[in-house]
């Protein structure tokens, strides 16, 4: 079992960035892939990146396509997420997760974190 812990979060203006990083213990990350989720109040959680357990396949969510990148450093056991010409509609919490197999599937998650508030004012 992995434990998951986000941070990074904060409050930003529009156009600018943040780093969100999710620290695990308990199990090596590089079992897993690892997915970066956002809910916004009122709405579902969506998945906006995930990551293979090796680094090598990525995929991102429209919404944040071109405005975001995931990596991680298995070796400290991190993974990341950083973002750029943030938006008030980025505004949410920020849950890191992981599974077993890497796929484009948003289910399949089995570990999460507590997530972290991002807020973009405008």
């Known amino acids: 079992q992995v434990q998951l812990v986000e941070s990074g979060g904060g409050l930003v203006q529009a156009g600018g960035s943040l780093r969100l990083s999710c620290a695990a213990s308990g199990r090596s990350i590089g079992w897993y892939a690892m997915g970066w989720f956002r809910q916004a109040p009122g709405k579902e959680r969506e998945i906006v990146a995930a990551?293979?357990?090796?680094?090598?396949?990525?995929h991102y969510a429209d919404s944040l396509k071109g405005r975001c990148t995931i990596s991680r450093d298995n070796d400290k056991n991190t993974v990341f997420l950083e973002m750029n010409t943030l938006k008030p509609e980025d505004t949410a919490v920020y849950y890191c997760?992981?599974?077993?197999?890497?796929?484009?599937?948003?289910?399949?998650?089995?570990?999460w974190g507590q997530g972290t508030q991002v807020t973009v004012s405008s």
């Open positions: 997760a992981a599974r077993l197999y890497y796929n484009r599937d948003p289910n399949g998650y089995a570990f």
């Open positions: 990551i293979s357990s090796s680094g090598e396949s990525t």
